[in-house]
């Protein structure tokens, strides 16, 4: 009971402290609406207003329907070019894509050869001209079709796909794009806060008083992980229901419950490398660097934007070891196709097995440290 009362003690000590730290507050409001919010709505996985130009050479019916077929807002009004500029436009990279119709297009057509179109793509626009080169292509297409029969139907192709959109239907990447960028805050912010929390008592000689006083290394410790756990774990469930379901917009369909459930586990692992990263510096800046070595890779390399399946086997392997992997497939599962414990037990047992790895990392070495201040 003893213990507890000086966990109790210590956590409301760094509750105060960062209650007083407005730069930190700030920074944690922000990250936790407008950061997600912008990551939700400013990051686009569709095609959307790409720039394309025409270099028509024909000048046919055909072609102005061609051209007429490139509409918002998947594309920009297409802009009218000189087949010379093509060098230079694409050097530029004033358009993503750049459509060719040669001369007696239309004729060719009509004749019944086989007429060729070319397109040239910025591919440093990775998104967009790999989505892009589909849709153009399909475009193209369904208007020569139409053009040659007279009817977008005459063409009946020998099998029929009947395509049905699960979880996200619209195909709404906003809804996407905020989830997994909430999944990208919780997991920066445990890391940051724990860290500076430690790194500002080493700074402040606050540590050394501590130490004085009747209090054992595990107590200093779990009050800092359990405070700042507290902080993202609220901030984690009003950020859910105020930006992901309200400004965002998503329906989520599972239970809210059990994702905060799951975020608590990733919290304690995330806060727990936060102070194993603070034992292992001097200062914030020093902190800020290792952090972005360690925190950054963790967040791209999660599965939350590619596939884990589509990267190197020995990444796969590297990142099963993380507890962000594990929590992303929480959070899309819970939140996008309404899964129960019986659906991700799995991945709750990793990332409890990973937060206790983690967590007794992190007790040696602030042990360590404190017997070294």
């Given at each position: 009971?003893?213990?507890?009362?000086?966990?109790?003690?210590?956590?409301?000590?760094?509750?105060?402290?960062?209650?007083?730290?407005?730069?930190?507050?700030?920074?944690?409001?922000?990250?936790?609406?407008?950061?997600?919010?912008?990551?939700?709505?400013?990051?686009?996985?569709?095609?959307?207003?790409?720039?394309?130009?025409?270099?028509?050479?024909?000048?046919?019916?055909?072609?102005?329907?061609?051209?007429?077929?490139?509409?918002p807002p998947y594309f920009l009004e297409p802009v009218e070019?000189?087949?010379?500029?093509?060098?230079?436009?694409?050097?530029?990279?004033?358009?993503?894509?750049?459509?060719?119709?040669?001369?007696?297009?239309?004729?060719?057509?009509?004749?019944?050869?086989?007429?060729?179109?070319?397109?040239?793509?910025?591919?440093?626009?990775?998104?967009?001209?790999?989505?892009?080169a589909g849709y153009v292509s399909s475009i193209l297409l369904?208007?020569?079709?139409?053009?040659?029969?007279?009817?977008?139907?005459?063409?009946?192709?020998?099998?029929?796909?009947?395509?049905?959109?699960?979880?996200?239907?619209?195909?709404?990447?906003?809804?996407?794009?905020?989830?997994?960028?909430?999944?990208?805050?919780?997991?920066?912010?445990?890391?940051i806060l724990t860290g500076a929390a430690v790194i500002r008592?080493?700074?402040?000689?606050?540590?050394?008083?501590?130490?004085?006083?009747?209090?054992?290394?595990?107590?200093?410790?779990?009050?800092?992980?359990?405070?700042?756990?507290?902080?993202?774990?609220?901030?984690?469930?009003?950020?859910?229901?105020?930006?992901?379901?309200?400004?965002?917009?998503?329906?989520?369909?599972?239970?809210?419950?059990?994702?905060?459930?799951?975020?608590?586990?990733?919290?304690?692992?995330?806060?727990?490398?936060?102070?194993?990263?603070?034992?292992?510096?001097?200062?914030?800046?020093?902190?800020?660097?290792?952090?972005?070595?360690?925190?950054?890779?963790?967040?791209?390399?999660?599965?939350?934007?590619?596939?884990?399946?589509?990267?190197?086997?020995?990444?796969?392997?590297?990142?099963?070891?993380?507890?962000?992997?594990?929590?992303?497939?929480?959070?899309?599962?819970?939140?996008?196709?309404?899964?129960?414990?019986?659906?991700?037990?799995?991945?709750?047992?990793?990332?409890?097995?990973?937060?206790?790895?983690?967590?007794?990392?992190?007790?040696?070495?602030?042990?360590?440290?404190?017997?070294?201040?």
């Open positions: 009971m003893t213990g507890l009362k000086h966990v109790y003690r210590l956590m409301r000590k760094e509750l105060v402290s960062f209650r007083r730290d407005p730069v930190m507050l700030t920074f944690l409001v922000y990250a936790f609406t407008g950061m997600v919010y912008i990551m939700g709505i400013g990051t686009s996985l569709e095609l959307k207003n790409a720039s394309i130009a025409i270099v028509d050479e024909d000048h046919s019916t055909l072609s102005r329907r061609l051209s007429d077929s490139l509409t070019i000189g087949a010379s500029q093509i060098a230079d436009s694409m050097n530029r990279g004033v358009y993503t894509f750049i459509l060719d119709i040669p001369p007696d297009f239309q004729a060719d057509i009509v004749a019944g050869r086989t007429p060729t179109l070319q397109l040239n793509i910025d591919a440093t626009a990775m998104s967009q001209a790999g989505i892009g369904d208007e020569a079709i139409e053009f040659v029969s007279g009817s977008s139907q005459a063409f009946e192709p020998p099998v029929r796909i009947v395509t049905r959109m699960q979880f996200n239907p619209n195909l709404i990447d906003s809804w996407f794009m905020g989830i997994n960028g909430l999944t990208m805050v919780i997991t920066m912010l445990s890391v008592e080493r700074e402040h000689g606050t540590l050394e008083h501590l130490l004085v006083m009747p209090l054992r290394a595990s107590e200093i410790m779990i009050g800092k992980i359990a405070a700042n756990s507290l902080v993202v774990l609220t901030a984690t469930a009003i950020s859910t229901g105020l930006v992901i379901r309200g400004l965002l917009g998503a329906p989520l369909q599972g239970s809210p419950a059990l994702f905060l459930m799951g975020a608590a586990l990733n919290i304690v692992a995330m806060t727990s490398l936060g102070v194993t990263l603070a034992t292992l510096v001097r200062s914030m800046p020093q902190f800020g660097l290792l952090m972005m070595l360690v925190v950054v890779p963790m967040n791209i390399l999660s599965g939350g934007t590619t596939p884990l399946d589509s990267m190197p086997t020995a990444i796969q392997t590297i990142m099963f070891f993380s507890p962000t992997t594990h929590f992303v497939n929480i959070s899309q599962a819970i939140l996008f196709r309404g899964a129960g414990l019986e659906a991700v037990w799995i991945d709750f047992v990793a990332v409890a097995l990973i937060a206790a790895t983690f967590f007794g990392i992190a007790l040696a070495r602030f042990r360590a440290s404190v017997a070294a201040a």
